[in-house]
């Protein structure tokens, strides 16, 4: 049986000593690559028992702990801010960056429903006439497009039927009365639409009054002005009895349909783009190393597990003996899990809605507490 490469009680590192190198560099990873080499040596039974590991596992399994703990905490931030980062440039990290929430994807996810509710959007929005012919009713939007050279199918979003507005059609029998006012309401252009005397002398309910009065009449005397639009077939009603024009407001389907984005810089497109970088081993306070170590120590008695594994049984005077594999295994598997688990739980904690509903019930209880000091009497 070959010699198997023991834990000989104390280590040098020197960079390079991990598989990728990714904490090398720093001082204070260097420092306690030893400190964890030989803490996880003493827990896993050194010096009263050999150790099949040497100093590059023990390495291995510290830089493994501190890549996975940055890994936990970064996702956890991705899932909190990715709507804040979604469509910024993937330009330099974000580890060290303070991460504000803004409307700024918010509003431009909305620009979509604007258009459709046409206050807004992001769409160009275009304004057509339409040819109308007496005695025909219905009028293919699409042939029209076609005939402006449009390319694709429009959308209608406004078409413009309604009747002029009655302040338009008002009439007042007593208008030039002699008081001389009517060219004091036009400067505020009001003579336009209705004589001024009628703003100045009488309330604005009578002229609201009368304004019903006129479109009332219009809509139960005379046939009213409508539409129907049906897979861009226009009816007009009634039938149209003279030639004419009917405006109307229209998206190109093609406008809609474009997928919009900036191509002159790299954006932020997924979670796999998102800038986050290895942890800073350094930056790591005395908590999560804490975590890092025990999470080491877990990786190196799995790896020992897999070590022992292999060769089953080791030679001892005048017999064998087996070794521990499966208890190793087991308890490394379940160590690893509860880690994360507590991990995360932290971080659910000390997310964003998790500490603003610990504030919102602290402010409740101070509220109720105070609630039971007595009240000071003033006596004047």
């Known amino acids: 049986m070959a010699d198997i490469a023991i834990w000989g009680g104390s280590s040098t590192f020197a960079t390079g000593s991990t598989p990728f190198g990714f904490y090398d560099t720093d001082s204070e990873f260097q420092t306690d690559a030893d400190k964890v080499s030989k803490f996880c040596a003493s827990r896993l039974g050194f010096p009263l028992m050999d150790v099949e590991l040497d100093s590059g596992s023990f390495y291995t399994c510290f830089e493994e702990a501190v890549t996975t703990y940055g890994n ?9 801010n990715y709507l804040n980062l979604e469509g910024s440039t993937t330009g330099s990290t974000v580890n060290n960056q303070l991460i504000d929430p803004t409307l ?15 206050v807004g959007g992001n769409v160009s929005k275009y304004t057509g006439s339409l040819a109308l012919t007496a005695s025909q009713q219905t009028y293919d939007m699409d042939a029209w497009a076609s005939g402006e050279g449009i390319s694709g ?12 507005p009655a302040i338009q059609r008002y009439f007042d029998p007593y208008a030039g009365t002699g008081t001389g006012i009517q060219s004091l309401m036009s400067a505020f252009d009001f003579g336009s639409f209705s004589p001024g005397i009628n703003f100045m002398l009488m309330p604005i309910s009578y002229d609201v009054a009368l304004l019903q009065g006129i479109e009332f009449n219009d809509q139960i005397r005379k046939s009213s002005y409508s539409f129907e639009l049906v897979n861009n077939q226009l009816r007009i009603f009634p039938v ?7 405006y109307f407001e229209y998206y190109k389907e093609d406008d809609k349909a474009a ?3 900036d191509q002159s810089t790299h954006k932020i497109t997924n979670i796999a783009e998102v800038p ?7 930056h790591i306070n005395s908590v999560g190393r804490q975590w890092v ?9 799995e790896m020992l597990g897999y070590v022992r594994g292999k060769y089953g049984t080791v030679p001892i005077p005048g017999s064998e003996a087996t070794l521990n594999q499966s208890d190793l295994l087991a308890d490394a598997r379940t160590e690893k899990t509860e880690l994360i688990t507590s991990l995360r739980e932290m971080l659910d904690a000390t ?10 019930k602290e402010a409740q209880d101070v509220q109720e507490t105070l609630k039971s000091v007595p009240m000071t009497i003033y006596v004047g």
Do not use: C, D, M, W
């Open 72 to 80: 936990e905490v970064f996702q956890y931030k991705i899932k909190e």
């Open 104 to 118: 700024n994807r918010i509003v431009q996810i909305a620009k979509h429903y604007g258009t459709e509710a046409g």
């Open 153 to 164: 199918s429009i959308q209608v979003s406004k078409v413009f039927y309604e009747a002029p």
């Open 240 to 246: 149209p009895v003279a030639s004419g024009s009917l």
């Open 259 to 261: 997928i919009n984005y």
């Open 276 to 282: 986050y970088s290895n942890p800073t081993y350094s």
């Open 293 to 301: 170590f025990r999470y080491t120590l877990a990786l190196a008695k």
């Open 351 to 360: 997310g964003r809605s998790a500490q603003l509903e610990a504030q919102a």
